[in-house]
């Protein structure tokens, strides 16, 4: 039973995160099919990073310095991952 929670969760975060990344730095794709999957990719994962760093401040609020700092430190982490990442992949697409 775990495994097949394992494989569908698996699965569906795959279409989740991967198909629009796949979608926006495709050429064959129409640019407005792109332009849509570029939003859906960035909510998805702007919307990720806001609640770690929400959490990072809730903590700092908290007087949890060291779990705050860490949250923050995180989620800029993953967004200069992101912003790299993308802008790496994009760049790749671009030169073909």
Same mark, same amino acid.
């Given at each position: 039973?775990?495994?097949?929670?394992?494989?569908?969760?698996?699965?569906?975060?795959?279409?989740?995160?991967?198909?629009?990344?796949?979608?926006?730095?495709?050429?064959?794709?129409? !640019?407005?099919?792109?332009?849509?999957?570029?939003?859906?990719?960035?909510?998805?994962?702007?919307?990720?990073?806001?609640?770690?760093?929400?959490?990072?401040?809730?903590?700092?609020?908290?007087?949890?310095?060291?779990?705050?700092?860490? !949250?923050?430190?995180?989620?800029?982490?993953?967004?200069? !991952?992101?912003?790299?990442?993308?802008?790496?992949?994009?760049?790749?697409?671009?030169?073909?």
């Amino acid at each position: 039973m775990g495994f097949l929670f394992e494989f569908l969760f698996e699965f569906i975060l795959e279409l989740i995160i991967i198909g629009p990344f796949d979608g926006t730095t495709s050429k064959k794709a129409p !640019m407005p099919v792109r332009i849509i999957s570029a939003i859906i990719f960035f909510l998805i994962f702007g919307g990720v990073i806001g609640l770690i760093a929400y959490l990072g401040i809730s903590a700092l609020i908290d007087k949890r310095i060291i779990a705050g700092v860490l !949250m923050l430190l995180i989620s800029v982490l993953i967004l200069a !991952m992101l912003c790299y990442g993308f802008r790496k992949e994009y760049i790749k697409k671009r030169r073909k």
